[in-house]
């Protein structure tokens, strides 16, 4: 086999291996972040950014830059990377490869010729002190030949000198970005789904505790809290994510409880205690038989979300680590928002108090690391609470965030103005 042809199989051999390598990627920054990383690595490029389109704009995504962020130290990439958005027009770089479609190789992009509709932004440069010579940009296109976004390579580096990128490689690199085009599709349409999927459980959850007075809030709570205390106790993130699934139906066997005792204001006679009881074994059955982890899990919880640490819970009286991890989380983090949160029946308790009370019962109702975790989180845990605030709470505080918002939370800043992105 002749050298080029040698060199030729190898790329695309290599091209094949970042592929089959981005489609493992499900979580859309760090995908961003590995198609920049080895297109850069593919090209010999110093430098990289990526922008994704949203409807008519380029909204600058990742930038990476081996120079400037050996120069900066370990935490300089964030001053060379500022959120902007471009107009898809063909007056920049990046806008005139999402407008055509076509790939753009400037070998100096100091010297684009006068003619071009497209001009070199040198803002980026000037700020820091760098000097961008070759440019190679690509189109993103998707399986429909839709633009996703645009891929840019900055200076091609052979032996410490910029080159120009070889003409040869535009078409390989084109190929790289499709297929990364693919694995943002791809990508995109998992976090929906997991939304969705989340979204429901929430709904349901919430038909169930809905009866009993409890908010929608309430539910978004003591997942969010489950999942962070699950977390703090060492779980891996996709069990902290089975997590923040499965508690929220904790109580959906309340469903099968008759109103008269669900709603009673006053106190129940042992008899309806006991019959208040099975929501927990309801609630088992109602999820049980699954393949699914995540209904597996909640069934867990449902089942195991009343016994205490003592033995003296319900249903079974199971004792300290006899109770499944989940079930313990789950009782710390509702009884919390119980607690903390006012009801019809009760004025809210401060946080000191709460935590006193868990702290009390630590050993005797609750598992006393799980408690101790979940005290030693408390600003997470109270940044949760304020995030799902109860509605009617959220309209009696003036600055209280609007549900479902973080608080102090405004989303992607201000853009710092247009095409002062490198490259761009
Ligand atoms: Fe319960
Ligand atoms: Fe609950």
Redesign the pocket.
Same mark, same amino acid.
């Given at each position: 086999m002749s050298q080029d042809m040698e060199s030729f199989r190898e790329q695309v051999l290599k091209l094949t291996q970042v592929g089959i390598a981005l489609t493992a990627v499900h979580e859309l920054d760090q995908l961003l972040e590995m198609i920049v990383r080895e297109a850069r690595a593919f090209t010999s490029a110093d430098a990289g950014s990526l922008y994704l389109r949203e409807g008519d704009s380029l909204r600058f995504a990742v930038s990476q830059n081996e120079t400037l962020s050996r120069r900066l130290g370990p935490d300089g990439e964030d001053e060379l990377f500022s959120p902007f958005t471009l107009p898809i027009t063909e007056h920049s770089i990046a806008g005139y490869v999402a407008v055509t479609r076509k790939n753009l190789n400037i070998p100096d992009a100091y010297s684009i010729p006068r003619e071009a509709p497209y001009g070199f932004n040198t803002s980026f440069d000037e700020r820091n002190d760098y000097r961008t010579r070759s440019i190679l940009t690509v189109p993103m296109l998707d399986h429909r030949g839709q633009v996703l976004g645009v891929l840019q390579l900055i200076n091609a580096t052979v032996t410490g000198q910029v080159v120009p990128f070889e003409p040869e490689r535009e078409d390989l690199v084109r190929s790289l970005a499709s297929q990364a085009a693919v694995a943002v599709n791809n990508a995109r349409l998992t976090s929906e789904i997991k939304r969705i999927h989340l979204d429901t459980i929430y709904r349901l959850a919430m038909a169930a505790?809905y009866k009993d007075k &409890?908010t929608a809030q309430?539910?978004r709570r003591?997942s969010n809290y489950s999942a962070s205390l699950a977390r703090r106790l060492g779980w891996g993130a996709a069990d902290v994510e089975l997590m923040l699934y499965a508690s929220p139906m904790?109580?959906v066997g309340k469903i099968g409880i008759a109103d008269a005792i669900l709603l009673k204001p006053g106190r129940l006679t042992p008899e309806e205690r006991e019959a208040m009881q099975h929501h927990t074994t309801i609630g088992s059955r109602i999820l049980a038989g699954s393949e699914s982890p995540v209904l597996q899990m909640s069934e867990l919880v449902a089942w195991t979300h009343h016994e205490k640490w003592d033995g003296s819970g319900y249903p079974r009286g199971l004792k300290g680590k006899d109770i499944p991890q989940a079930g313990r989380i789950v009782a710390v983090a509702?009884v919390f &928002?119980?607690l903390i949160s006012k009801r019809v029946y009760k004025g809210a308790l401060g946080v000191e108090e709460t935590l006193g009370i868990l702290r009390q019962d630590a050993g005797k109702h609750f598992d006393p690391e799980a408690v101790e975790a979940f005290a030693a989180g408390m600003d997470e845990v109270l940044a949760i609470r304020d995030r799902y605030r109860d509605e009617e709470q959220a309209a009696k505080s003036e600055c209280a965030p609007a549900p479902g918002k973080p608080a102090g939370a405004s989303p992607g800043g201000s853009p710092i103005g247009q095409g002062t992105g490198q490259g761009a």
């Open positions: 505790e &409890d309430h539910v003591v904790h109580d509702d &928002d119980a």
